[in-house]
């Protein structure tokens, strides 16, 4: 094992966009699309024009409503602020509401830009669990190349350095580190929100109490629309259109985007089977941006209207707890816009400058909640023979040494696996050795980091069957996964798994898929598959597997090759 340690490189510790991830290009994907019928895209670009030609007879429409006796009549009716919310003997915003929506809108910032990010690494959403090309509803890259052996990593594209976080190409590993992380404080500022909310009673100011809120939301409606804007009430009671929106944004996008993103986890998704069977990765995925595409809107109307319908008031309320027409809410807006700018601005050089931190503290964040999750046995996740998938697709580096070449010139008639380490009986396997060896079979979903997803049947040897061949070591803790072929930056690629997982029912190696002897694109001869971590800790064309009792002694000692070179983390089971 010697050897293969010594064919393991470092990785660097800051980014160079030039050499990142093998030199890959920077690559820009397109404008948006959405398909309707079989194959027919259309792009979003073109909803800016149609979206202003509805506006303009939108308000045509209203000002010619608001002139007729009903509708003049309906809106006396229903205001657009409910009566009794009005009449609140303590009116107002306290502190904690407006130190708490600064600390929401800031930390949003950076969830949606590496959000955007994410989503930028598989620039497709579906709404089945399969990623099938051309199946897709929604892209922001080309169709998917006719080449048999295109990865999702060429597939990926690049975002301004200023609107991804970080912008760079196939940077998913420090996007989610920002994503992941941030989103415990945005969660926690969330939990503190919902407690404080219902222990002082504002709740009664975000929750509708009253059916009324729907035609004073149309009359609401109405009178924007008119160009003749309600009287402002905010500082006693939300108008029923605010009322309406906020409570959508509180309780339930909020909530939803929490839930989705769970959706996409393969620890959750494999172990909660019957939950997942209707949330699949995909569907969670397309829900999750619709969510982004909520809060989008939801962001650009609020601050219109808060700039519009009397800036002063309305930054008094939420800053400074005050209902009248001074600066002081202003001035306390402006200082933390110079907060909001510098954060904004230093984020992605941060992050280039600075990866292993942003890997580390966002490990620190979040990696509590993924070891809860990588110790749940995934047993339930077994698919049947109809739920395989149409297409899987291809990813990482192919091998191309002259000995992988040779290996399968030779129909791997000269191919040994070593496993060796901290065991009693270390041992060479050729290809019929493995085959000789209890056979396991098992039809599973793959989730790439990335975003794509697919399921296969996977024909193999169970890891429980080796570890009952070579009887592994009490000092042994983890195991090491060695390839044939080198990772895009040189040196091979590895992966360290925690040896408890190597006994889950679902954890084998894999020398057949759909029972074909393994491709060269998907690992020939063999792979690994552990179902309640990501595709890339799924080790191809693997040519050594070695006990050890922990992995910071290889390679740059963070536990696997996306680890060392692209700031992944060791532990993603979300
Ligand atoms: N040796 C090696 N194994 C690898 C990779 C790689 O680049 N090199 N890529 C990983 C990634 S990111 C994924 S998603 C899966 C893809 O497997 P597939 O090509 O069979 O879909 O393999 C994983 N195993
Ligand atoms: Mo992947």
């Known amino acids: 094992m010697q050897s293969f340690r010594s064919q393991l490189t470092t990785g660097e510790d800051v980014v160079d966009p030039v050499t990142w991830a093998g030199s890959v290009p920077q690559a820009h994907g397109i404008a948006p699309r959405v398909r309707y019928g079989r194959s027919r895209w259309f792009n979003l670009l073109w909803l800016l024009p149609i979206g202003f030609v509805v506006l303009i007879v939108a308000v045509a429409a209203a000002k010619g409503l608001r002139a007729t006796p009903s509708v003049a009549r309906f809106i006396e009716r229903y205001p657009g602020t409910a009566e009794a919310a009005g009449s609140d003997p303590n009116p107002g915003l306290p502190l904690w509401v407006g130190a708490q929506h600064f600390l929401n809108l800031f930390l949003m910032i950076f969830i949606i830009r590496s959000g955007v990010q994410i989503l930028s690494d598989h620039p ?11 199946k897709d509803w929604f892209r922001i890259q080309k169709p998917v190349p006719a080449d048999p052996l295109w990865t999702a990593k060429q597939d990926s594209i690049s975002l301004p350095g200023q609107v991804g976080l970080p912008g760079i190409r196939h940077s998913i590993g420090l996007a989610r580190w920002w994503h992941l992380g941030i989103d ?13 909310l219902f222990a002082t009673g504002q709740w009664r100011r975000l929750v509708p109490t009253s059916w009324d809120v729907f035609p004073n939301a149309g009359s609401v409606l109405i009178q924007y629309l008119s160009l003749n804007w309600p009287t402002e009430t905010g500082w006693a009671a939300y108008n029923g259109l605010q009322l309406i929106a906020y409570f959508i944004t509180v309780f339930l996008a909020a909530p939803l985007a929490v839930i989705t993103g769970l959706g996409m986890s393969p620890a959750l998704s ?8 209707v949330l699949s990765i995909q569907t969670a995925r397309s829900l999750h941006f619709l969510v ?24 008094n ?17 402006a200082a933390s816009m110079v907060v909001v700018i510098v954060g904004w601005v230093a984020a992605t050089p941060f992050t280039l400058r600075h990866p292993r931190v942003v890997q580390q503290v966002g490990f620190a964040l979040i990696g509590p909640a993924q070891r809860l999750f990588e110790h749940l046995d995934s047993t339930p996740g077994e698919y049947t023979d109809k739920d395989i998938s149409p297409y899987f697709w291809h990813n990482g580096q192919y091998p191309d040494s002259p000995e992988y070449q040779a290996l399968l010139q030779g129909n791997f008639a000269d191919y040994r696996l070593r496993i060796n380490g901290l065991v009693d009986n270390p041992v060479d396997l050729d290809l019929a050795q493995l085959r000789a060896l209890a056979p396991h079979e098992q039809i599973t979903q793959h989730f790439c980091i990335q975003g794509w997803s697919g399921i296969a049947k996977w024909g193999g040897v169970s890891m429980q069957t080796i570890m009952d061949l070579v009887t592994p070591q009490p000092e042994a803790k983890w195991v090491v996964f060695y390839s044939l072929g080198d990772g895009p930056d040189k ?28 491709s060269f694109g998907h690992g020939a001869p063999l ?12 080790v191809k064309w693997i040519k050594g597997v070695e006990f050890v009792a922990h992995y910071s002694q290889l ?8 680890q060392d070179h692209e700031f992944f983390g060791y532990r993603q089971s979300i």
Do not use: C
């Open 292 to 315: 982004l595409v909520w809060f989008l809107l939801f962001i650009v109307i609020h601050v219109t209207l808060v700039f519009t319908t009397g800036l002063l008031r309305n930054l």
């Open 317 to 333: 309320h939420i800053y400074a707890g005050r209902n009248d027409g001074s600066w002081v809410g202003f001035g306390v807006f």
């Open 555 to 562: 390679g740059g000692g963070y536990g696997g090759y996306n």
């Open 184 to 196: 415990t404080m945005w969660l926690l500022n969330g939990l503190v929100f919902y407690v404080l």
């Open 491 to 518: 040196g091979i690629y590895y992966d360290a798994h925690p040896i408890e997982q190597m006994s889950y029912h679902l954890t084998m190696l894999a020398y057949d898929m759909n029972g074909q002897p393994l």
């Open 124 to 134: 497709r959403l579906y709404w089945t669990r399969h990623s099938t090309p051309g």
């Open 527 to 538: 792979r690994l598959r552990n179902e309640t971590q990501l595709g890339f800790k799924q």
């Open 270 to 277: 494999t172990r909660f089977k019957r939950i997942s069977k």
